[in-house]
């Protein structure tokens, strides 16, 4: 079993950016992958292409790094590229507790050492009605915690953001309850969409973005996929949340993307996909972002307006 975590992938065999915004010409020439899915090209290694992934077009990487909600770092969504460099990410270590079998502080290096990273290009939906295609690299959140041993009997898992306001200027401010708090059910945390990601690109994901390990849930609104995070508490109890904490009547639990349930000061039914510019013309939002045929079922009998 433990094999199903050792990766053969290093940082130095993932896709180049030029080669990656060239990716269907380069899957195109590169037809046998071998079987630990590296293909050997002209030289250049590369991730191969999962399952999981959109065929969409992917955003630009000045895109994706200089648009940011990282609150941590200011409000304005150039902030976070522009002050998150202040924060030290190495060392790191990410503590797991609660009901898991092997408790403790974690190395990232250790954590990195034991999971197999993919490449994954998702949708990413905001709830503030923007959009954008990333390709993340990571690893099945699942694996993650199966190497720390989920109690059966779990059924929650919670998250925190680092606290570190001489470097995250924006925690000197009290808006947000720190540290930054999300949760999932284990059932969706469970659910091989949901990937913990170190990088964009191939490469290694900048601060901005939640350097060095966030969680991505991509059927999901943005803010539950949780940056920097340096706990992970396993529970019976469902976690609290941080924006559901400042404005429950605005923010639930679930926050799946849904265009029938708008939120109470704008609607949902469509959405700006970032890089059209602030006249492109929107698109229709797609229920659960698209993921539907994948997440539809963890949620059947649910009334998805009351448990928005």
Not at 124 to 149: H, K, Q, Y
Request: hydrophobic share 40%; charged share 20%.
């Amino acid at each position: 079993m433990a094999n199903r975590y050792k990766s053969d992938l290093t940082w130095s065999d993932v896709t180049p950016e030029n080669v990656f915004l060239n990716r269907r010409a380069f899957m195109a020439g590169t037809a046998a992958f071998a079987a630990g899915g590296i293909a050997a090209t002209s030289g250049v290694p590369a991730f191969a292409a999962s399952q999981y992934s959109t065929d969409e077009e992917p955003n630009a990487w000045e895109e994706i790094t200089q648009y940011n909600n990282f609150y941590e770092f200011g409000t304005g969504k150039s902030d976070p590229a522009e002050y998150a460099h202040a924060l030290t990410t190495s060392p790191w270590s990410i503590e797991i507790d609660g009901m898991v079998e092997k408790p403790g502080k974690y190395s990232f290096e250790d954590i990195m050492s034991q999971m197999t990273v993919e490449e994954r290009i998702y949708r990413f939906r905001c709830v503030e009605a923007w959009s954008m295609v990333i390709p993340w690299n990571g690893f099945e959140l699942a694996d993650l915690l199966t190497m720390a041993g989920v109690d059966t009997n779990a059924k929650y898992v919670g998250f925190e953001t680092l606290v570190r306001p001489e470097e995250m200027w924006g925690q000197k401010r009290a808006f947000v309850p720190w540290p930054y708090r999300e949760g999932l059910r284990m059932d969706e945390a469970m659910h091989p969409l949901t990937i913990m990601a170190t990088g964009i690109y191939g490469k290694d994901i900048p601060n901005q973005n939640g350097a060095p390990m966030r969680l991505v849930v991509p059927w999901k609104y943005g803010f539950k996929s949780i940056k920097s995070i340096v706990k992970i508490t396993v529970s019976d109890t469902q976690p609290e949340t941080s924006w559901n904490m400042i404005n429950p009547r605005e923010y639930g639990f679930y926050s799946n993307v849904n265009p029938e349930v708008a939120h109470p000061r704008w609607s949902q039914a469509s959405e700006r996909k970032v890089g059209g510019g602030l006249l492109a013309k929107r698109v229709p939002t797609q229920m659960f972002n698209g993921y539907g045929a994948e997440v539809a079922s963890l949620y059947d009998g649910m009334d998805l307006a009351k448990n928005f």
